[in-house]
């Protein structure tokens, strides 16, 4: 079992930045991939980036390439979504996510194990 624990999330104005993160506790997972998803009001689960622990190879949707960036802190057991230049498009609960097995993947059903979220609202 492995659980997640997302923080970070709140309130801002467009333009500002956040960093979440995702504390991971059980199995360590030293060869798997934790990805971040978003979902919106009336909308489907969306990939937003993903991040290989063994390799630190790093992949984003091309909704935010260029102004997320994706980290992990292997000593933490802890991964980082960094998100610059909010806008209100990107107003969902984010949703850290946890793929038990080899290779990057950014379809939701690929994964796991998931955290409850956490809420970004972007004001204009």
């Known amino acids: 079992q492995v659980q997640l624990v997302e923080n970070g999330g709140g309130w801002v104005q467009a333009g500002d930045s956040l960093r979440l993160s995702c504390a991971a506790s059980?199995?360590?997972?030293?060869?798997?991939?934790t990805g971040w998803f978003r979902q919106a009001p009336g909308k489907e689960r969306e990939f937003v980036a993903a991040?290989?622990?063994?390799?630190?190879?790093?992949y984003y949707a091309d909704s935010v390439k260029g102004r997320c960036t994706i980290s992990r802190d292997n000593a933490k057991n802890t991964v980082y979504l960094k998100m610059n230049s909010l806008n209100p498009e990107d107003t969902a609960v984010y949703y850290c996510?946890?793929?038990?097995?080899?290779?990057?993947?950014?379809?939701?059903?690929?994964?796991?194990?998931w955290g409850q979220g956490t809420q970004i609202t972007v004001s204009s």
């Open positions: 059980g199995r360590t997972f030293s060869s798997y991939t």
């Open positions: 991040i290989s622990w063994s390799t630190g190879r790093t």
């Open positions: 996510a946890v793929r038990t097995a080899e290779g990057v993947a950014t379809i939701p059903s690929l994964f796991n194990y």
